[in-house]
């Protein structure tokens, strides 16, 4: 049980296209998913916290027009990230909690020419 | 908020040792505290979570104690095994009783290797 599954699992894209990254809980409903960008050989950093029905969170320094998040459904979370640029390029991990815990799905590698 | 601090950074073990890694916290009120392996190229698996109202717990070959007097928890792992190997994170509530319901701060990470 509590499977996340994330899609795309890897994608490449042109600097200044959007890429939509989906998040799905397969046996729960999430009230919160949350969604973090890792950098090589470092700690999690979490960008925003992802309600269902309500407007995301965003850290600080995060910025809400740049990475979209839509959580449209109890199961579903999405994150896009408009106008890619290089220095977007990471790995882009969500999470789903449907309480205190948070169960990870397998992360998305985007790598922006 | 809470602040999580993890030790050590890198821990290399011989193949049938133990594994100890651990973590201080700063917010007393915290009282969920997970654990995660994280594999190369693959997103975190919670390995073991323990609550406030336990000391230990364990699951095989992993354990989780916690001293909420010192405000620190500790991931034991016996009779280690290559597969082992990964990155483990604790974590903490990031805003225990506040509204941040779910949120968690995460140590910075233990990279183990364990060596046939």
């Known amino acids: 049980g509590a499977v996340v599954s994330q899609h795309p699992s890897w994608v490449i894209c042109k600097s200044g296209t959007s890429v939509k990254i989906e998040c799905r809980s397969l046996d729960f409903q999430a009230t919160t998913m949350f969604w973090y960008r890792q950098f090589p050989k470092q700690s999690l950093m979490l960008m925003a916290t992802s309600n269902e029905g309500s407007k995301a969170t965003y850290e600080q320094g995060v910025e809400k027009d740049k990475f979209l998040?839509?959580?449209?459904?109890?199961?579903?979370?999405?994150?896009?990230?408009?106008?890619?640029?290089?220095?977007?390029?990471?790995?882009?991990?969500?999470?789903?909690?449907?309480?205190?815990?948070?169960?990870?799905?397998?992360?998305?590698?985007?790598?922006?020419? | 908020g809470e602040n999580v601090e993890q030790h050590p950074s890198t821990l290399s073990v011989q193949e049938g040792d133990s594994a100890v890694i651990k973590c201080t916290y700063s917010d007393s009120a915290s009282n969920y505290f997970p654990w995660y392996k994280q594999e190369l190229g693959k997103g975190p698996q919670l390995i073991i979570d323990i609550r406030s109202n336990v000391g230990e717990k364990k699951d095989q070959?992993?354990?989780?104690?916690?001293?909420?007097?010192?405000?620190?928890?500790s991931l034991h792992i016996t009779e280690t095994q290559p597969e082992d190997s990964a990155v483990y994170f604790c974590a903490a509530p990031a805003n225990a009783g506040g509204t941040s319901y779910g949120k968690l701060t995460f140590g910075q990470g233990t990279i183990l290797t364990v060596h046939p």
């Open chain 2, 61 to 73: 070959r992993i354990a989780v104690t916690l001293n909420k007097t010192a405000k620190h928890f």
């Open chain 1, 69 to 113: 998040i839509n959580h449209a459904s109890l199961t579903l979370s999405t994150l896009t990230v408009t106008s890619a640029h290089p220095e977007d390029s990471s790995f882009y991990i969500c999470s789903a909690a449907p309480e205190e815990t948070q169960y990870f799905g397998p992360g998305t590698r985007l790598l922006v020419l």
